[in-house]
């Protein structure tokens, strides 16, 4: 059951590996020391076994996802394949063996985007399973440990010892994801000319990237504060403030506040039946907690409103011929290090249509 539950929680984009080592070690630790079991070091150990595991069959699976997303060329836009900082990641990568900069990219790297990451690279997947395996001692090891430890209770010497397992854990973590950006800016800094030069397997991603550099300009024109109207000002400043003050609120429930005015306390290691009556949405305070979720939610749908908005308000400029036009870039700037932060149209706005347009003013309105 553990092991099959981890794969499955590797496999969900928003699940961190944390959680499926902490689940590990909570769940083992406690069986092996019931009556007949194990003990203690014993469940620790094979917590940490079963994790590895589904670790690196998650990591095959997260890569053939990447493979398969990354035949779109939209999905290689995202990304950045024709962009120095990704080209550079993958230089890294492609290195055989245990290279410092490659072993930290893998171990301290999102574990989902990293190994789909990987699969959009094509990067060899013996050599990345390879450099993935010191996730065992810098991860796996310490958070199953801690995981156990949580059956224990906080109080006294267990807590003292769960708080500095932890504490490791997080600094080793910490300390890999600064190498790995400092390894990533070092072999900018060596190559980036080379690295920016255009590839031929890169010249389609290029080609719709310079396709949508009409769409973009108008879009970025269209978000400027000071072009937007005052209903549009008023859907992102509300979006933003609703998300901050719904975190806030229960973020200070949680961590501040003995009371809980929105959602139940509730550990890793209590039980549903028990403290929930049985009943997981027991655990929204009401009416308090389904409004401050409601705010979030709200929030989340302006937010994906305004996108959509402003993106049908630049395709309007597009259609119009309104194309802002901006600097040419300055010498030694490279075409290829352009941004692909504005958002994709959607479908509805039939840009691509738009684009097979012969005449910019004589085209057929677009209806929005």
């Known amino acids: 059951m553990v092991f099959g539950l981890g794969i499955v929680m590797f496999l969900i984009p928003v699940v961190p590996g944390t959680a499926v080592y902490l689940f590990s070690g909570v769940v083992l630790g406690k069986l092996s020391e019931e009556n007949g079991g194990p003990g203690f070091v014993a469940g620790v ?3 940490a076994a079963w994790s590895s595991l589904a670790k690196h069959i998650a990591c095959v699976g997260q890569y053939g996802m990447g493979y398969m997303a990354g035949k779109s060329l939209k999905v290689q836009q ?6 120095v900082p ?5 230089q890294i990568l492609r290195t055989k063996g245990f290279s410092v900069g490659k072993v930290c990219i893998l171990v301290a790297g999102p574990d989902f985007p990293t ?3 990987c699969g959009i690279l094509r990067i060899n997947i013996p050599w990345m399973l390879v450099g993935t395996t010191p996730v065992i001692v810098v991860s796996i090891i310490p958070q199953c440990l801690v995981g156990a430890l949580l059956t224990k209770g906080n109080d006294g010497m267990m807590g003292t010892i769960s708080a500095g397992v932890t504490g490791a854990a997080a600094a080793v973590q910490a300390a890999a994801t600064l190498l790995y950006v400092y390894r990533i800016m070092k072999v900018v800094d060596a190559d980036g000319h080379e690295l920016a030069k255009a590839r031929p397997e890169h010249a389609a991603v290029a080609e719709l990237t310079k396709k949508e550099a009409d769409f973009v300009a108008c879009y970025n024109e269209a978000t400027e504060w000071k072009n937007m109207s005052t209903g549009q000002k008023i859907c992102v400043l509300g979006s933003a403030v609703g998300l901050v003050s719904s975190g806030l609120a229960l973020s200070g429930d ?3 506040l003995d009371t809980p005015y929105f959602l139940q306390k509730f550990t890793m ?3 549903i039946s028990e403290k929930l009556s049985g009943n997981a949405l027991n655990l929204i305070v009401f009416p308090a907690g389904a409004g401050i979720l409601g705010v979030a939610f709200i929030s989340i749908c302006m937010h994906l409103w305004f996108i959509r ?3 049908c308000v630049a395709q309007a400029k597009l259609a119009r011929g309104q194309i802002p036009r901006e600097a040419p870039p300055s010498q030694g700037q490279d075409d290829t290090s352009q941004s692909h932060t504005a958002p994709t149209q959607d479908i509805s706005c039939e840009l691509m ?3 097979n347009l012969k005449d910019l003013n004589e085209g057929p309105v677009i209806q929005l």
């Open 254 to 256: 949680s961590m501040l």
């Open 78 to 83: 995202m990304v950045g394949v024709d962009t």
């Open 86 to 90: 990704t080209r550079a990641a993958e």
């Open 269 to 271: 290691t209590d039980s």
């Open 353 to 355: 249509r738009y684009y």
């Open 115 to 117: 190994s789909m990451l």
């Open 309 to 311: 908005w402003m993106s």
């Open 45 to 47: 150990m094979l917590a």
